[in-house]
């Protein structure tokens, strides 16, 4: 899983396009064509044992620096702390690298029931000058069984304000439990560092903006408003009207094109 990074004016914006039959070539080929400037890079478990020497030869290859890390999805249930350790260390590979995203669901433990742990992964992050940035969940099993905060978008806002969290806004994860995206914006966003940009509509996430139903420009005033500097991620991997990597890359480009119109 990749995704993509662009800048604007003052404004960071990335995204992700994490397919399942793109391999990491065509990731650093579909940002290269679509004009995005950089990526941010999901390692796989095989990772935590080989370092990630085909990403750091495409990075160079293509001439898109990693700027970002997120967290396994294979750890999305639990995640020990040696495992966070390891993604950190990993950083050292891409010095470029400022932002780690986890999902609520797999620190929440410590968070609750060890902040003696919890602590020391923020303070190996902030060694390294990463800024931890906590995500709500996406609802699927299990993950309906956890507790509300890592999903739910008001306690899980409420419960990072609370902790002094850094969080990552996820437009389709917020809508895919009924949340109001520009409400849950204009609540926390002192409290977001990073926003993971896509559109939804009808169950399916992650969506190029302009395929959906969500309210994408009444947020984007909103952010105008507020002047928040916000690591925005564009991160979009379902193309449902699009066969082919070109059809795919024109979509990603034309979420761009869509966003430029309020930044640019």
Do not use: W
């Not at 990074?5 to 995204?15: D, E, L, Q, V």
């Not at 993971?196 to 105008?224: A, C, R, V």
């Not at 009207?241 to 430029?260: I, P």
């Amino acid at each position: 899983m990749m995704e993509y990074n662009t800048n604007m004016k003052g404004i960071k914006i990335s995204g992700s396009a994490p397919h399942p039959h793109m391999s990491y070539e065509q990731c650093f080929a579909m940002a290269k064509e679509a004009g995005f400037d950089s990526m941010d890079f999901f390692p796989s478990l095989k990772h935590f044992i080989i370092p990630p020497i085909e990403i750091i030869a495409l990075s160079k290859k293509y001439a898109i620096p990693v700027t970002g890390m997120h967290s396994p999805l294979h750890l999305i249930a639990y995640t020990p702390q040696f495992l966070f350790k390891r993604i950190i260390e990993l950083t050292n590979l891409f010095p470029l690298v400022k932002t780690y995203v986890v999902h609520m669901s797999m620190i929440l433990n410590y968070l609750e029931n060890n902040p003696k742990k919890a602590k020391k992964i923020a303070e190996l992050a902030q060694e390294k000058g990463i800024t931890i940035c906590f995500e709500s969940n996406p609802i699927f099993f299990p993950l309906q069984y956890y507790p509300k905060e890592t999903y739910v978008p008001t306690a899980y806002g409420d419960f990072c304000v609370k902790n002094n969290l850094s969080m990552t806004m996820d437009t389709s994860h917020i809508a895919s439990v009924g949340g109001d995206i520009v409400e849950f914006y204009k609540t926390y966003y002192k409290h977001i560092r990073m926003m993971h940009l896509s559109d939804f509509k009808d169950g399916i996430e992650h969506l190029p903006f302009g395929q959906g139903s969500l309210p994408l420009t009444k947020l984007f005033d909103e952010m105008k408003k507020t002047k928040q500097e916000h690591y925005i991620v564009f991160e979009i991997g379902n193309f449902p009207n699009a066969k082919t990597l070109g059809e795919k890359t024109e979509a990603l480009r034309k979420s761009v094109s869509f966003m430029k119109e309020y930044f640019i």
